[in-house]
């Protein structure tokens, strides 16, 4: 063992990774648990990402410098209706360019064929003006100007019906939304989120003859477009004073940052995914802990014996060091690759933007160095033991 160690510096073979590679598989274990932490991490970051990210999809497309809700709304799934005359009043202001209503409502959806009644999300507005900054939806609008017509997201949840497919092959497909009939007259792709599973766009007056729940005649969304080089969050903080008591105004931004604080912190779901991910981060220490643990006390007489051939502790430290590093190097990029194709799974099945993005990327493999780097030095404890002195008895 000590003429193997002593050919360690010709052979430029790391002793760290000798001692890993000596016990098949305790290395095996170590990797696994290294995997596991950075799937587990990287699944729960990507699904607290895409739970923002979807929550906002549609509301972000909107052709709006400033939007307007009820004072009583804190989300998308509250949106409670008001007064349109509370938006219209702003189309006195010179910094005002257009004012437009949006309605925004849960329906029930039935397509022929299938066997249950859904709830989707259906949103009106008016089909001759550019309300939404998407380019499929204003190629498409301007058949919502017939009655009883919807653009339909063809990304909306496979159960609710094979749309998309029946669309392609004719035009003239139909559905019931409230048991009323509608036909299709286009698709466009907004996607799911963690409220609903699929929704439509219509025209106002196609809304307001399909939806039975909401207060006819009043509107949960104001969109207002200011001036071209007009500040919207001056403007905003130069009418606080105009507003009427039953309703609130924000800048686009500020009313996306609302839906995405609504779902962080007034729902359990976001704080569940940040809470699985610092759970999976010291699992993940626990597991490497244990690993470097038994590897440092099996090898524990070889390095008693390093220390006697004048090894200073700093060094055999270091050497536990590195064998954390060598496990998330090589660890690591595995976990990214089955991250991957767990992304790629969840998206074709829920149709959630469970995407790979870089700063993702750099914010888990820094906690996954931190993670080995914790494992190692609660390790390093049982380097205490090794006694050179126990060699010369």
Excluded at 189 to 208: N, P, V
């Amino acid at each position: 063992m000590l003429k193997r160690y002593s050919l360690l510096p010709p052979a430029k073979i790391p002793i760290a990774w000798l001692l890993l590679s000596r016990f098949k598989l305790k290395f095996l274990t170590a990797l696994l648990g290294i995997i596991f932490a950075s799937v587990l991490i990287h699944a729960q970051l990507g699904l607290r990402s895409a739970l923002f990210e979807s929550s906002i999809s549609i509301f972000k497309t909107f052709n709006a410098d400033i939007v307007m809700i009820n004072r009583l709304s804190v989300g998308s799934t509250t949106l409670q209706g008001f007064d349109p005359n509370r938006l219209a009043l702003f189309e006195r202001y010179a910094e005002v360019t257009a004012t437009t209503p949006v309605r925004y409502d849960f329906v029930r959806w039935h397509y022929p064929d299938t066997r249950k009644n859904s709830w989707v999300i259906m949103l009106g507005f008016n089909p001759k003006l550019r309300v939404f900054n998407k380019e499929d939806i204003i190629a498409n609008q301007d058949s919502l100007k017939l009655p009883s017509r919807i653009l339909y997201d063809e990304l909306s949840r496979k159960e609710f019906g094979p749309v998309s497919q029946d669309y392609e092959k004719s035009t003239s497909v139909v559905a019931f939304v409230n048991d009323k009939r509608v036909k299709i007259s286009g698709l466009i792709k907004i996607g799911t989120s963690f409220s609903y599973d699929a929704s439509f766009l219509t025209s106002l007056s196609t809304f307001e003859t399909l939806s039975g729940l909401t207060t006819p005649g009043n509107i949960e969304i104001g969109l207002i477009k200011t001036a071209t080089g007009v500040n919207a969050e001056k403007f905003l903080a130069s009418v606080q004073d105009d507003l009427a008591s039953d309703v609130k105004i924000y800048t686009l931004d500020g009313f996306l940052q609302l839906e995405k604080d609504y779902w962080d912190r007034s729902k359990p779901i976001g704080f569940v995914f940040g809470f699985n991910a610092i759970l999976g981060f010291f699992v993940g220490m626990l597991i490497l802990y244990q690993i470097l643990f038994t590897d440092v006390t099996s090898h524990l007489s070889d390095f008693s014996t390093m220390l006697a051939l004048a090894f200073s502790y700093r060094r055999i430290r270091l050497i536990v060091f590195q064998e954390s590093l060598i496990l998330t190097v090589i660890g690591y990029p595995i976990g990214v690759i089955v991250s991957i194709l767990l992304f790629a799974m969840i998206q074709s099945v829920t149709g959630l933007p469970v995407r790979m993005s870089i700063d993702r990327l750099l914010i888990c493999f820094a906690l996954t160095i931190l993670m080995s780097t914790c494992s190692a030095f609660m390790a390093m404890r049982k380097l205490d033991d090794a006694n050179p002195i126990e060699v010369y008895e």
